[in-house]
């Protein structure tokens, strides 16, 4: 079968006006914003250039831009970035857990809306959810959210914990499930049962990292549909570009297309790439010149 261009993907979905990319990074340029030294696999350049251009291209106008543990704590790729397009672009932070409340204060002003943790054993980023209870109270004075990067064994261990967090706190990548187990899996029910709590949220994204069949991600429908048909209130979507560890990466064009097969009705868009992004970011706030 003929595939189709890469326009007529975007075009047949019609994407609502104001929609939100909810999940990506910004990489370099390098001159400007190094790497953190000791990276196992280096990425290469992805600037706020190539994403913008990129977004322009796709039919998306709102962005929130995830910072990304191959830059460390330094928070200047973001604000650079912000800046470019203050009205439409905001971001969620790598924060240390000591960090200042004022220090958050200020980063709130420059358009900074939640502080992202990893809970991934293997990363040398991770941290204890102890921790994370303990940085709750800043998240609580600053209005910001918690957003946990975490795979499904992980969800298991915390999951009683996560819906104590005063604060929304938000899943990444729907915890990772592996498609080939299907949606009966423990680590994907653990997820749907901790979506009952009024405070968490997740990102229906990553399905180039779930999927076990490819593009275009047949296998992994069922689990972002599921999701957005229970809690249309409280799922979040985005690209993950540039699809960081992903060889090669994945085709932006394939996940707008795989968007539209589990948010199919014009309604479940607008929620999912408009209204639910606005409610937890603030994007109507931002435009009318407001903070938080």
Partial sequence: MEQPSQSSLVKNVGLPAHSCNSHCHIVGPFD???????????????????????????????????ESVVHGFNHDIAIDAIKQRPADTLAVALVEPDIDPKELSALTKMGFRGARFHLVKHMRECVDFGVIREFAQKAVDA????????????????AREIPKLPVPVVIDHMAYPNAALGVKQPEFRCLMDIMEAPNVWVKVSGCDRATRAGPPYDDVVPFASALVERYPDRVLWGTDWPHLQITPPSDDYILVDFMSRIAPSEESRIKLLVDNPDRLYGFNALAKGSSV
């Fill in 143 to 158: 209005n910001w959210h918690i957003q946990l990067h975490l795979h499904g064994d992980e969800l298991l261990e915390c």
């Fill in 32 to 66: 400007r914003f190094p790497l953190v030294e000791g990276q196992k696999n280096p990425p290469s350049e992805a600037t706020k250039e190539d994403l913008f251009r990129l977004h322009d291209d796709l039919g998306i106008q709102r962005t929130v831009i995830v």
